[in-house]
């Protein structure tokens, strides 16, 4: 049980284009996702917390215009990465919170030409 | 006072042998303090975790070690294998009833294991 799934796995897009990502919990609900970003041999970087039904919390430094995070229901969260630049090349990872746990999804490579 | 300080950066165990990590805090309200395993190319997966009230917490080959006056906990990895070799991040939040709070992560560390 507590599987979470991200999709897509891998993605790669042009300068100026935007980039939807999915992040599911299969077999629970949700009613909070927390959206990771990681460098290469770095630690997790937390951007948002994303709560079903209300505008996500942004965590310094991170432009919520740009990641827009919408939690329309209690098994799905998306990131958006609004006309995405070279530096936005991450691995971008979702978590879902269960029962005083966090579960993550297996992450979404995003490279931007 | 939020961070979670971790290390060794990187560890190289021979099979076999015990790979220790450690880890230390600041916030005393931190109250869950879960470890990761992280594979390259994939997320995070919770391996053990241990709440303040309990010193030790062991399943398999891995052991949590808690030391709540010192603000330290660490993972025990015994008779190590080369599948263990993976990244693991050690992590605290404050959890509350149920809904947990943001986790901070700790820089992780490098375990190779040496067949």
């Known amino acids: 049980g507590a599987v979470v799934s991200q999709h897509p796995s891998r993605v790669i897009c042009k300068s100026g284009t935007s980039v939807k990502i999915e992040c599911r919990s299969l077999?629970?609900?949700?009613?909070?996702m927390f959206w990771y970003r990681q460098f290469p041999k770095q630690s997790l970087m937390l951007m948002a917390t994303?709560?079903?039904?209300?505008?996500?919390?942004?965590e310094q430094g991170v432009e919520k215009d740009k990641f827009l995070i919408n939690h329309a229901s209690l098994t799905l969260s998306t990131l958006t990465v609004t006309s995405a630049h070279p530096e936005d090349s991450s691995f971008y990872i979702c978590?879902?919170?269960?029962?005083?746990?966090?579960?993550f999804g297996p992450g979404t490579r995003l490279t931007v030409l | 006072q939020q961070q979670v300080k971790q290390s060794p950066q990187s560890l190289i165990v021979q099979k076999g042998g015990i790979s220790i990590i450690n880890c230390a805090y600041e916030?005393?309200?931190?109250?869950?303090f879960p470890w990761y395993q992280q594979f390259p190319g994939k997320g995070p997966a919770l391996l053990i975790a241990?709440?303040?009230?309990?010193s030790e917490k062991k399943e398999g080959r891995f052991t949590i070690s808690f030391n709540k006056s010192a603000k330290q906990f660490s993972l025990h990895i015994m008779d190590s294998q080369p599948g263990d070799s993976a990244t693991y991040f050690c992590?605290?939040?404050?959890?509350?009833?149920?809904?947990?709070?943001?986790?901070?992560f700790g820089k992780g560390t490098k375990l190779s294991v040496k067949p």
């Open positions: 077999d629970f609900q949700a009613t909070t």
């Open positions: 994303s709560n079903e039904g209300s505008k996500a919390t942004y």
């Open positions: 241990i709440r303040p009230d309990v």
């Open positions: 916030n005393t309200a931190f109250d869950y």
């Open positions: 992590a605290a939040t404050m959890n509350y009833g149920g809904s947990q709070g943001n986790l901070i």
């Open positions: 978590s879902a919170s269960w029962r005083g746990l966090q579960f």
